[in-house]
């Protein structure tokens, strides 16, 4: 019996619903590896308070596009294969499903290893647990998905392939929806972001009134003062509204910075990180003033510490 041609239709179909298929899983994983994260930080780790601002915005788009491609390419090729069963037959749908088998059964091993090791350097966490779950259960599904393809159980049984189909599609935006109650919508993230920037904004210009104060043993009396055109320093202004920071002189030493916040400070927000030491004094080092803030307007009071930020001398 002559063993079936390979047309490029075949080829690039199982190409395009691998490819898909491998891309949507990772996304997946690393999503959910993003949810564990916020909802479980480690305190040795320097994670961002915005989530949007890193992966998550892309895995998200990815399952939201490749998922429906992924079920629609592998519906055509089941629909093929009833067809024409010789399409069951051809090398590429072989390799296909053998290479899949391949990786999710060395994933899952890899991952087994990986938890007997942490287990024992004494290093599992609750998150670590979750995430070797995780791992474990996508490929897992994944390893007996197509290891019932191999064996034509879903051309048997094409109503139960159909179900797995709508699930897969189903767990997909649960997972999408539900993260958007953990970590907030995009629309929510702009409003971290504003206050981020915000926060930002206020410590540069922190540096700046205490670069002030060493250089002329006094506060600026306001903002403007802090203007430098030949370093091309303009005090930031809120982002949100346009309108420049408030700010006031309460002592010789102490000054005040304001601002209108649009959430509560969240953890590992820039608002609760540890600042550089400025410049010229990293032996000293500064850890940062506490710039947690509720809703709304919120004032910070610093009072230069001469000893700490003693005056500048003069060059002349």
């Not at 491998?22 to 949810?35: D, H, P, Q, R, T």
């Not at 780790?45 to 992966?55: E, K, T, V």
């Not at 915000?198 to 250089?215: E, G, P, R």
Request: aromatic share 14%; with cysteine.
């Amino acid at each position: 019996m002559d063993k079936p041609r390979i047309t490029p239709k075949d080829f690039f179909l199982w190409f395009g619903a691998m490819a898909t298929l491998y891309v949507s899983v990772f996304a997946f994983i690393a999503l959910v590896f993003n949810y564990l994260n916020y909802t479980m930080p480690d305190t040795l780790s320097q994670y961002s308070g915005d989530p949007y601002s890193g992966g998550v915005s892309y895995q998200m788009a990815s399952l939201i596009v490749l998922v429906p491609i992924f079920i629609l390419l592998m519906r055509l090729i089941h629909r093929g294969i009833e067809h024409d069963s010789s399409r069951a037959e051809i090398w590429v749908r072989r390799w296909a499903l053998f290479l899949t088998l391949f990786v999710a059964g060395v994933t899952i091993a890899g991952d087994l290893i990986t938890l007997i090791m942490y287990f024992f350097n004494g290093d599992v966490t609750l998150r670590f647990a979750f995430k070797v779950l995780v791992i474990l259960l996508v490929a897992g599904a994944g390893f007996l998905h197509f290891l019932a393809d191999l064996r034509d159980y879903w051309q048997r049984n094409p109503l139960k392939a159909r179900l797995v189909g709508y699930a897969t599609g189903a767990l997909v935006i649960i997972t999408i929806v539900v993260g958007f109650f953990i970590i907030g919508t995009p629309w929510q993230a702009r409003l971290y972001r504003y206050d981020e920037q915000k926060v930002s904004d206020l410590q540069n210009i922190q540096y700046q009134v205490v670069y002030y104060w060493q250089a002329k043993q006094q506060l600026p009396a306001a903002l403007a003062d802090l203007a430098d055109p030949i370093a091309g320093y303009t005090a930031p202004r809120d982002p949100q509204t346009g309108e420049p920071y408030e700010y006031a002189v309460n002592g010789a030493r102490t000054f005040e910075l304001c601002a209108s916040f649009n959430v509560p400070t969240r953890p590992y927000s820039v608002a609760v990180r540890t600042a550089p030491a400025l410049p010229g004094y990293p032996e000293k080092g500064t850890e940062n003033d506490s710039w947690k803030h509720d809703t709304g307007r919120t004032c910070f009071e610093r009072t230069i510490d001469p000893e700490r930020y003693p005056p500048l001398k003069s060059a002349l």
